[in-house]
């Protein structure tokens, strides 16, 4: 994989207690510097050096055509950020955990593994990383708005320590090194749809929903969607509308209504805005139909 277009230099400095941070120097005809660190502090230091610092682990974010120009690379993957941990309480994500890893995973939600798997191609799927598809700025993402769905949180280190923010606060901060996806309330009820041209196409929408219902009152509801907008989107105003009735007062209509009113979704080559307006009336349709059973 070619993280590079045109003449530059990689310089990979590789830090380790038994190598030197100059152990590896490629030579081209301009400078661009590769780091490995081993600590999450030596990972922040470097980040917040001057000039355009980027971390990565799969990549794909710099492979793609909008990707920023970078002075220095910082590669994850010695920082410990991997594996998948599941019980009844908690389900904790890595942040290095590639796609494929979450579509593979049997002991996940059914939901979680199917928004990896509508993930383009097995290709993309080895490479992209959890933490890669929260921090990346992609117009359109599948796995955000389940993670939303589920109220997830974000475990980051900043300034020396972890810390821990719900996701839809660290979408708004975008502060620190994403360490792993935090899900308190796996028992939710979760549902997500999507809506593709082709098979290996990037969606036009993707939207999810989830909720609690004890004693078929509603609480905790979530709506998100991506694609609609250049961000994720999650509808306060549905959420509004949602809690605290009853399942049987619900009027798909109105709920419709009340969570376009936070989305306004924008059209582009593949689709009108209009036509995306129709897609997320017809998946609010669907899922609150599974969920309000």
């Known amino acids: 994989m070619s993280l590079f277009t045109g003449n530059a230099t990689l310089t990979s400095r590789e830090t380790s207690p038994r190598a030197s941070l100059w152990n590896r120097k490629i030579k081209w005809s301009k ?10 502090k030596d990972a922040e ?9 980027f971390l990565f682990a799969g990549g794909c974010f710099l492979n793609w055509r909008g990707s920023p120009k970078a002075d220095s690379l910082i590669d994850i993957k010695n920082l410990g950020l991997g594996g998948i941990r599941v019980s009844k309480t908690k389900i904790v994500i890595g942040a ?3 796609v494929e890893e979450l579509a593979d995973n049997k002991s996940l939600p059914d939901v979680i593994r199917k928004a990896a798997k509508s ?6 799927r080895n490479m992209a990383t959890v933490g890669g598809v929260v921090a990346g700025k992609f117009f359109v993402s599948h796995l955000l708005p389940v993670f939303a769905a589920y109220q997830a949180d974000i475990e980051y280190y900043l300034d020396g320590r972890k810390r821990k923010i719900s996701l839809k606060k660290w979408l708004q901060k975008r502060d620190g090194i994403i360490c792993s996806v935090i899900i308190d309330k796996p028992s939710r009820k979760v549902e997500m749809e999507f809506e593709k041209i082709s098979a290996i196409d990037l969606p036009l929408i993707v939207s999810a929903a989830g909720c609690n219902t ?3 009152r509603i609480l905790e509801a979530v709506f998100a969607v991506s694609g609609a907008e250049n961000r994720l989107v999650i509808s306060s105003t549905a959420e509004k509308y949602l809690n605290g009735k009853k399942t049987r007062e619900i009027s798909i209509g109105e709920l419709t209504q009340a969570a376009l009113s936070d989305i306004k979704p924008s059209g582009n080559f593949k689709a009108s805005a209009r036509v995306k307006k129709r897609i997320i009336e017809s998946h609010i349709k669907k899922m609150f139909g599974a969920l309000l059973k």
């Open 31 to 40: 400078i661009m510097e590769y780091y490995a660190p081993v600590s999450l």
């Open 45 to 53: 230091k470097l980040k917040k050096r001057k000039g355009r610092n």
């Open 96 to 98: 290095s955990v590639t």
């Open 119 to 124: 993930f383009e191609t097995r290709n993309v």
């Open 214 to 216: 004890p004693g078929r």
